[in-house]
T-cell receptor, first 110, second 115 residues
Framework: KQEVTQIPAALSVPEGENLVLNCSFT??????LQWFRQDPGKGLTSLLL?????REQTSGRLNASLDKSSGRSTLYIAASQPGDSATYLC?????????FGAGTTVTVRA | EAQVTQNPRYLITVTGKKLTVTCSQN?????MSWYRQDPGLGLRQIYY???????DKGDVPEGYKVSRKEKRNFPLILESPSPNQTSLYFC??????????????FGPGTRLTVL
């Protein structure tokens, strides 16, 4: 069974600092990995999708890396802003479903 | 606009009263699935469908039914809801699972309270 772990569970940083969010998974037989953002009580916003054959994806201030062999992905958010405050979820696509981590809750202090 | 829609968005009901949460996508996706999200447990898959008339159980299917009679629709049915089904429900879809068109798109969520 795929297990997805996100560390840290919570993170508080001052505005302008770079964010590093980690995701690890136990089974490397995956189709892809997606990073999502979720605001409290709201839906999921897809941020980045990395196919299993890719090492990295970038969108604006966001960059995600994938090391499938070691079961790790990292989401970098450059120059954080208060609007980046949310919970970030990584999800591994395998075995007919997405397996989600518990998320990292980020607070960016103005 | 390409999207996944869910209805209703909020529902308060009582134990035992059958209900259906609808999910519809306009992207011609073959794969659809349902998840529930609970504090401390994260998101867990309830059911999924690979195509019309093809459905299978996810991790937490007890107490739920689904059907896929049309490609665009994937309703979630609670025949006899119980308080432990109080949760935030999400529908998702994609073209498939493998290959280059497998990004999952999520609906806005349905917040269900069973009294």
């Amino acid at each position: 069974k795929q297990e997805v772990t996100q560390i840290p569970a919570a993170l508080s940083v001052p505005e302008g600092e770079n964010l590093v969010l980690n995701c690890s998974f136990t089974d490397s037989a995956i189709y892809n990995l997606q990073w999502f953002r979720q605001d409290p009580g709201k839906g999921l916003t897809s941020l980045l999708l990395i196919q299993s054959s890719q090492r990295e994806q970038t969108s604006g201030r966001l960059n995600a890396s994938l090391d499938k062999s070691s079961g790790r992905s990292t989401l970098y958010i450059a120059a954080s802003q208060p609007g980046d405050s949310a919970t970030y979820l990584c999800a591994v696509n395998a075995d007919y479903k997405l397996s989600f981590g518990a998320g990292t809750t980020v607070t960016v202090r103005a | 606009e390409a999207q996944v829609t869910q209805n209703p968005r909020y529902l308060i009901t009582v134990t035992g009263k059958k209900l259906t949460v609808t999910c519809s996508q306009n992207m011609n996706h073959e794969y659809m699935s349902w998840y529930r999200q609970d504090p401390g447990l994260g998101l867990r898959q309830i059911y999924y469908s690979m195509n019309v008339e093809v459905t299978d159980k996810g991790d937490v299917p007890e107490g739920y039914k689904v059907s896929r009679k049309e490609k665009r629709n994937f309703p979630l049915i609670l025949e006899s809801p119980s308080p432990n089904q109080t949760s935030l429900y999400f529908c998702a879809s994609s073209f498939g699972l493998a290959g280059g068109y497998n990004e999952q798109f999520f609906g806005p969520g349905t917040r269900l309270t069973v009294l």
